[in-house]
């Protein structure tokens, strides 16, 4: 016996108790016309599970480095707390981190942030202010 038969037959023997249990606690609401189809091989023979597909794994295709140059000039929240600090040789607070999707055509931003831009543009201070409280000061 294979392992896919051996499975299969524990995921109907599975379903054949799930059958079993909802006959029982639902026999009383079913019509008294057909209280004669509501049984656990009628249940069995509309849901009985005939085979099994294998679905292949996923495979992660590292993707490619984006150049600096065609990377969105959005800015995102991307850690948690997010990162907002003050850089010395900056010497100005850098807040979030620059999104990692390329550039959509001529445009600064990708798909996502040409439709939406809630934490502004990287580089330029946010238009809110509630992440000051994560600041860190390097030392």
């Keep these: 016996m294979s392992v896919e038969d051996i499975f299969l ?3 109907n023997q599975d379903m054949e108790n799930i059958f079993k249990q909802i006959v029982t606690d639902y026999k009383d609401r079913v019509q008294e016309n057909k209280k004669n189809e509501f049984t656990i091989e ?3 023979k509309i ?5 099994i ?3 292949k794994e996923k495979t992660t295709e590292k993707s490619k480095e984006i150049s ?5 000039m959005a800015r ?8 907002a ?3 010395r040789e900056k010497q100005k607070y850098i807040y979030g981190e620059r ?3 390329p550039k959509k055509c001529d445009k600064d931003y990708c798909g996502l942030h040409l439709k939406n831009l809630p934490h502004g543009r990287f580089g330029e201070l946010p238009p809110h202010e509630h992440f000051e409280k994560y600041l860190v000061t390097e030392n």
């Design 9 to 11: 037959e524990l995921l």
């Design 42 to 44: 009628n249940l069995g």
């Design 47 to 51: 849901f009985q599970i005939g085979g």
């Design 53 to 55: 597909k294998r679905i």
């Design 68 to 72: 600096t140059d065609n990377r969105c």
């Design 76 to 83: 995102i929240w991307g850690s948690t707390p997010p990162v």
């Design 85 to 87: 600090y003050y850089c």
């Design 99 to 101: 999104c990692s999707r």
